[in-house]
């Protein structure tokens, strides 16, 4: 069965640092990942979707990075602001033999300014 | 727009009671799935959808119940069986089996009184 681990579970950091925010899965064989969004009592908003094939995808100031071989992705926030605090799940689809995605804990992100 | 309807935002439930949540979709999705969320937790899968009049348990489907006679409602009965049903509910969306993963919706928030 694929499991996915995020770490940190919680993450303060002041305005303006750059974040890295990871994400391990233990099966190898997925088909994507994929990066969400939830700010507190809301659903979930996709960011970014990285194919099996791919090694990273960027939108504005998120970068997504894939390493398949060892179980790895890491989601890069460059220039972080107070809006940017929410939890940030990652997800995996396939591994473990299964196309249904398995959600990781999320990170828990405050900016304070 | 295209999106997914969650309905109620909140509900309570009485010991014993079963009780309905909605769940909406106009984006023409094949596929319709229902998380559950705990604090701190990721989401677990209840139970999904890959057609209408057809769907398929999930990780913790028992003390659920759901049914899909049209593509675009998914409801989910949360019934007296599940012994502790105090959680945050979050409906979802696919193309189908594909690559491209989830539209979510706003969520309900269920408590027990």
């Given at each position: ?10 993450l303060s950091v ?100 | ?67 899909r006679e049209k ?43």
């Amino acid at each position: 069965k694929q499991e996915v681990t995020q770490i940190p579970a919680a993450l303060s950091v002041p305005e303006g640092e750059n974040l890295v925010l990871n994400c391990s899965f233990t099966d190898s064989a997925i088909y994507n990942l994929q990066w969400f969004r939830q700010d507190p009592g809301k659903g979930l908003t996709s960011l970014l979707l990285i194919q099996s094939s791919q090694r990273e995808q960027t939108s504005g100031r998120l970068n997504a990075s894939l390493d398949k071989s060892s179980g790895r992705s890491t989601l890069y926030i460059a220039a972080s602001q107070p809006g940017d605090s929410a939890t940030y799940l990652c997800a995996v689809r396939g591994g473990g033999g299964s196309y249904i995605p398995t959600f990781g804990r999320g990170t828990s992100l405050i900016v304070h300014p | 727009d295209g999106g997914i309807t969650q309905s109620p935002k909140y509900l309570f439930r009485k010991e014993g009671q079963n009780v309905t949540l909605s769940c909406e979709q106009n984006l023409n999705h094949d596929a319709m799935y229902w998380y559950r969320q705990d604090p701190g937790q990721g989401l677990r899968l209840i139970y999904y959808s890959q057609i209408v009049n057809d769907f398929q348990k999930g990780d913790i489907a028992e003390g659920y119940s759901v049914s899909r006679e049209k593509k675009e409602s998914f409801p989910l009965t949360v019934t007296s069986a599940q012994k502790n049903p105090t959680a945050f509910y979050l409906c979802a969306s696919s193309p189908g089996t594909g690559p491209v993963m989830k539209t979510f919706g706003s969520g309900t928030r269920l408590t027990v009184v």
